[in-house]
């Protein structure tokens, strides 16, 4: 579990992280969304202990991780692909971190059998790709069989085959009882993954919920009209707060209202309605809405 | 159970990992010294510049005669000239055990798994300090055996490790680039950058105190008191004119700069963002 408190991290004048407030729960898959320069891995820095919060607190499983006398069973993190020594193999890198909690040779080549690093363990890890070094870092992170595991980007220059396995490793940690807490900037993996969401804006917390919460809730949803009477539906059903929308075929895209309202409501002007869709808002598109205001660099931006 | 055999990870109900001790740190740092390229290069050049350069020295020139000008230490510390470049491979070694984690970002990896962090540093310095004061101590009694040899088969003094001051300058070129390394340590861990560290490094012990042997004396009264002066005392470095410290109290001055050093270093670590 990671119980985080009125967190703020501060450099200079500018506020990475503004008096966030979250908690990551054991069990599920909890993704941790947020815009570029949202403060995401200044947050999970923050966890690892590696930065110090200008103020508020994170508990790790309860306690304060920096004084924790096992830290590799306490928490496994993953920061970028590139927090490894270039100079040394896949093996030697791992068994450095080994050492310090009395991890043996036979723990550190099974995370690397785990990562699919066989093949590669006793090569100097600079010449790693960027998908090779995630498994690196994927394998360190599990290393010490931690209760939680903390993964910024972990599909990050990954294959298909290697998303693939990062999905099912993460849904089997949760499994187990671990917490899992991953970041991700693609949503549509987020969408597959995680069970909770974390998301943030400007180093501040904009919904803390589940995926189906988060999508369901968005207003991009709506529902989907196929009828040969589009004019004279969209008179029955404007309303304030509906808006239809006809791109000039027989179909009718309707938002604020619900399938069934529009059903009724077309019985009884006697209309006939060949499809009633109702449509989900893509994580995707969820997202984008929610965090609009909140995106520091928008993309072309004047000022 | 079937959940943890899905994900490969070990058959254990609980963790694998056990408690952050001092001794554990200490086997991982060595781990990274020992399988790092740079380590083995780093040695061997310290060896042969030693014992090499001790002895090209013992082997061209006059013979070196002892006399009451030239005491039987002085003549050894002739044959260990190659001490004061191996300072300088020491230092770089010294330097890139921290500055080259910052710089690779493999620190972040070892300061999360060791997140109180001073175990660390005591670490780098218990396993430099062990791999550095052995492996110079060998090759200053190698090059002292060497270099006398040569000197007596050319018809020069021969000199025992039992003369007066003898012993003390074999052992004290080694203690003196053991107290280098961990300076070198120091510096990189507070500069955290390998260029910055190796430059002061640089600066301290080699451009200051030849700037400052060309000064007029008047005004480099602190000029005994230079690291490398200071420390250079004890096993009589050949540039060190000043001679104003005792060997031992020389060296104390220089292992005094080691404890600010890493007592910087170590606030620095506890203090700052990783």
Sequence with gaps: MIEIDGLTKRYGDKTAVDRLSFVVEPGVVTGFLGPNGAGKSTTMRMIAGLDRPTSGTVRVNGKHYPGAAAPMSELGILLDARSVHPGLSARNNLLALAR???????????????????????????????????????????????QTVVLDEPVNGLDPDGVRWIRLLLKSLAAEGRTVFVSSHLMSEMAQTATRLVVLGRGRLISETSVEDFTSHA????????????????????????????????????????????????????????????????????????????????????? | ????????????????????????????????????????????????????????????????????????????????????????????????????????????????????????LWAKVIVLAGLVLPVTLLCAVVDFFTATAIESSRGGSAIALTDPGVLRTVVGSSLYLTVVVIIGLALGAL????????????????????????????????????????????????????????????????????????????????????
């Design chain 2, 1 to 120: 159970m079937t959940a943890v055999m899905a994900t490969g990870l070990a058959p254990a109900p609980t963790t694998v990992a056990g408690e952050v001790t001092q001794v554990r740190v200490v086997r991982a740092e060595w781990t990274k010294l020992r399988a790092l390229r740079s380590t083995w290069w780093c040695g061997l050049s310290a060896v042969v510049l030693i014992v090499g350069l001790g002895a090209a020295i013992a082997g061209s020139g006059t013979p070196y005669h002892v006399s009451a000008g030239n005491s039987a230490a002085t003549g050894v510390s002739a044959a260990l000239l190659g001490v004061l470049f191996a300072q300088l491979v020491v230092g770089v070694v010294g330097v890139l055990t921290f500055s080259g984690e910052y710089g690779t970002g493999m620190i972040r990896a070892t300061l999360a798994v060791v997140p109180s962090r001073l175990p660390v």
């Design chain 1, 219 to 303: 207003a991009a949803g709506g529902v989907l009209v196929r009828t040969p009477e589009t004019a004279r539906l969209g008179q029955v059903l404007a309303a304030p707060g509906v808006t239809v929308i006809n791109d000039g075929t027989d179909l009718l895209r309707v938002s604020g209202t619900t399938a069934e309202q529009i059903g009724t409501a077309a019985w009884r002007a006697h209309l006939p309605v060949y499809e009633l869709t109702p449509t989900h808002a893509s994580l995707e598109e969820a997202f984008m809405q929610v965090t609009q205001d909140s995106i520091e660099y928008h993309a072309g931006a004047t000022r």
């Design chain 1, 100 to 146: 310090t909690a009395g991890i043996g040779r036979r723990r550190v080549d099974e995370v690397i059998d785990l990562a699919g690093l066989a093949e590669v363990a006793g090569t100097r890890a600079g010449g790693f790709s960027l998908g090779m070094g995630q498994r690196l870092g994927v394998a360190a992170a599990l290393l010490g069989q931690p």
């Design chain 2, 191 to 274: 500069l955290r950058k390998t260029a910055a560290g190796l430059s002061v490094f640089a600066a301290v012990f080699f451009v200051v105190p030849i700037v400052v042997g060309a000064l007029p004396h008047t005004i480099t009264g602190f000029a005994p008191y230079l690291p490398s002066n200071a420390g250079g005392v004890l096993w009589g470095n050949p540039l060190t004119t000043a001679h104003a410290l005792s060997p031992w109290a020389g060296f104390a001055v220089l292992c005094g700069y080691a404890v600010v050093l890493t007592g910087l270093a170590a606030w620095r670590l506890r203090r700052r963002d990783a």
